[in-house]
């Protein structure tokens, strides 16, 4: 039920961080792999690290918030024969800054990179899904900011509670063609990203003492719920976010 064995999973953002360890995940439950990323010299360095443990990995270098880019991309995995079974639309960025000191542009690159690029690559994947009729999967990357918002993220809580609406709109239109849409609200994870504020000692304590868990989320946290919205297990469920965050959004 949870195996990927003959499925080929696109992960946006993969090159590195939490991308990169649903990329593992999804191949180490039997999926072929293509990785993404806007650094190609980065992305050819993960994909070379999976090939030597025996995965499959193609490599498509574009940027996600680039209409034509996308198309593009999508175009070329056609024409070498590579069908998208599993979309994983996990590229995201993050800005702090108070809303009055927030400029426009930094607003936008906020909102395409993480609510937009959702949108161009899941159009993609899904018309070429309904084409072959025999449906897919498509898993957005939300937040904890899906469901509440914090001070200074005020474009990226704007975003991820966008990514909770997305994903019901392209449930709403899409669940007939047997395309199962679901998202992923992670906590705090470590990652690189977020290694700064671990490093802090007044935001470690805090991030442990809201969390029930109290400790930060790992990768592989989410590896397990990436791969069930990833299989045949989840054939009928569509349009949630499930939340992996050691239980913060359960209590007060």
Known sequence: MFDLTGRTALITGSSRGLGFSIAEGLAQAGASLILNGSNPERL????????TKGHTVHEAPFDVTDEAAVQAAFDRLDTQGIAVDILFNNAGIQLRRPLVDLNAADWRHVIETNLTSAFLVGREAA???ITRGRGGKIINTGSLTSA????TTGPYTAAKGGIKMLTQAMTAEWAEHNIQVNAIGPGYMLTEMTQPLADDPKFDGWVKARTP????????DLIGTAVYLSSSASDYVNGQIIYVDGGMLAVL
Do not use: C, H, I, N
Not at 44 to 51: D, E, F, I, V, Y
Not at 213 to 220: D, V
């Open 44 to 51: 050819t360095t993960a994909a070379t690290s999976l090939r």
């Open 127 to 129: 018309r070429r899904m």
């Open 148 to 151: 509440v918002a914090r001070a």
């Open 213 to 220: 868990s109290r400790r930060w989320g790992t990768p592989a």
